[in-house]
């Protein structure tokens, strides 16, 4: 059944992708230490990619749709991109998946043996990132839960804290 499931939710995602196209999934800033998550919120995503005075702060502003493949991403972004310390994590979590709630227990809690990040909430947390990988991401990079978050003043504030 489980099997079933799974099958089904990646065909549905593979139709999301062809009736309901995302133009981008993230923008690069001139910053090196900061980035930012806007979970689902991708007209949020949007309103940062054009403001200046953010993308001059930030290395980049992305979204986080899924609880797998976008965590993995952002893991290796993080192992490639070795000035990143901060992810502000805002905006609202993917319903269903909760790719936010993943991110935030892979940060405080990890993964085990088998690649499935602890105490995480969602359907299919299995990453696919080496155990090594995600506890040099845990140590080098701080996550601040900004959930919920859209206003791009408040977004901006919190930015000017971390520097």
Known sequence: MKEFNNAVADVVGELCKILLPIKDEYYVGAGKEIAICTLSSLDLLTQISEDQYLMEKIAMVGRLLSENKGIDAIIKYSARNHYLK?????GVDTRGHLAGHALLSLYRNGIDFQGRILNSNSPRPQ????????ENFRKRVHIYELFGVTDLDTIKEHVDKIQ
């Open 86 to 90: 901060h992810i502000v994590v805002c």
């Open 127 to 134: 990453i696919t990132i080496s155990s090594t990988d995600v």
